[in-house]
Each structure stands twice: as C-alpha cells, then as structure tokens.
C-alpha cells in the first residue's frame, strides 16, 4: 500500500522565518517528487520538483530528498503572508499503478504578519 | 493558466440527475487524469488515461464513468450520485504519465 504522510499542521511561521514542511512516502520505489501549493477554494499548483537526492533550490524555495530515508522536505525562505496555503507532498513510482501519483493530505501553513 | 481547462466550474445536482463534467489540456500532453479532493482527505485519484491505457481506482462507483475521445479532451459522466459525492473534482494532465501533472481549476461539485 503506498503512502504518503505529511504534518496536517497548522503550521504557523512569523513572516520572515523559515517554514519547514515535511514528508515521508512508504514505497521505497519512488522516484520523482512533487510539492504543489494549494490555496483556499482553488486547484493544486506546481512549486517544486526533485528527482535525485540532495537539495533543489528555486527562489526561497528548497526541496530536500532523502531516498534513504524516504523523507522529502520544503524550506520556504523569507516567508511571506503570501505563502499561507495548503502544500501538498506528491510522489510517483515507476512502473505499473505506482506511475501514478498519490497525494499526501496536505500541511496548512499559516504566516503571520 | 496551466493549460488545463475545465467546465463547469460549479454544479449543482439533483440524486437523480445527469451530469458531465469536460476538461481540455492545450499542452500537448498524452495521459489525463481525474482526482476527488474532499475536505480533510488526500487527493483521491479516480481514473487515469495514458498513452491510451486506461486505469482507475477499483474503489470509485460505477456511478462515475470515465471518457477520453482523445489526448486533449477527458470527460467524467455523473449519474445517480449521492451527497457524499459532493467534493471538488480536479482534472490534470502530465507527458508519458511519469512526470510533473499540471491540474486544471476543478469543479466544485455539490449534490443535494
């Protein structure tokens, strides 16, 4: 049974920390990962992606992967009000149903001003 | 824009009633997918087309029925729902199936 556990939160951060989002997937096959950012009332939107272990940065965006662990993670530098929402944790297998992508259910994050 | 288009954004419908619900991707992509986002849970996948293959979840009723004329169009046939069916109905696609899925801005679908 694949899954994929995040924090619900809420997660609250004053506006210019670090907010730090986690996650852990059990199908020790995965091999892409996903975070998207999801507001109140709207779709899913695509922030970062990550294939390989290591730290993938894009903007105040950094997405960590552990494969070893199977732990993937997402540093928002310099938080900003802006940012509160729902992120969304994503991974895909590689063969078969595991191509597809399960969702993690998600960790509110809230930045105060 | 993502490139994922879907109609309606809202609907309103009766136990009784037909329904469909129609999305269209604009960016070349070949594999289509349907989610279910109800409040508090995970993204449930429903159905995925890809590369012509169709899969789906064994879990979701057959009070739901897939469609997918081509790489660009998906549509998913309501008929005979329940309350409970009530969520937000997200439609996505990705290249190949393995990588990176943009979503559309989904339907919020409310049954009564």
């Known amino acids: 049974q694949k899954e994929v556990e995040q924090n619900s939160g809420p997660l609250s951060v004053p506006e210019g920390a670090i907010a730090s989002l986690n996650c852990t997937y059990s199908d020790r096959g995965s091999q892409s990962f996903f975070w998207y950012r999801q507001y109140s009332g709207k779709s899913p939107e695509l922030i970062m992606s990550?294939?390989?272990?290591g730290d993938k940065e894009d903007g105040r965006f950094t997405a960590q992967l552990n494969k070893a662990s199977q732990y993937v993670s997402l540093l928002i530098r310099d938080s900003q009000p802006s940012d509160s929402a729902t992120y969304l944790c994503a991974v895909r297998g590689t063969s078969g149903s595991a191509r597809q992508l399960t969702f993690g259910s998600g960790t509110q994050l809230t930045v105060l001003p | 824009e993502t490139g994922v288009t879907q109609t309606p954004r809202h609907l309103v419908m009766g136990m009784t009633n037909k329904k469909s619900l129609k999305c269209e991707q604009h960016?070349?992509?070949?594999?289509m997918y349907w989610y279910k986002q109800s409040a508090k849970k995970p993204l449930e996948l429903m159905f995925v087309?890809?590369?012509?293959?169709?899969?789906e979840n064994n879990s979701v009723p057959s009070r739901f029925s897939p469609e997918c004329p081509n790489s660009s169009h998906l549509f998913l046939h309501l008929h005979t729902l329940q309350p409970e069916d009530s969520a937000l109905y997200l439609c996505?696609?990705?290249?190949?199936?393995?990588?990176?899925?943009?979503f559309g801005q989904g339907t919020r679908l409310t049954v009564v």
């Open positions: 960016l070349g992509h070949n594999a």
């Open positions: 990550i294939y390989s272990n």
């Open positions: 087309y890809s590369l012509e293959e169709r899969v």
């Open positions: 996505a696609s990705s290249q190949d199936g393995a990588t990176k899925a943009f």
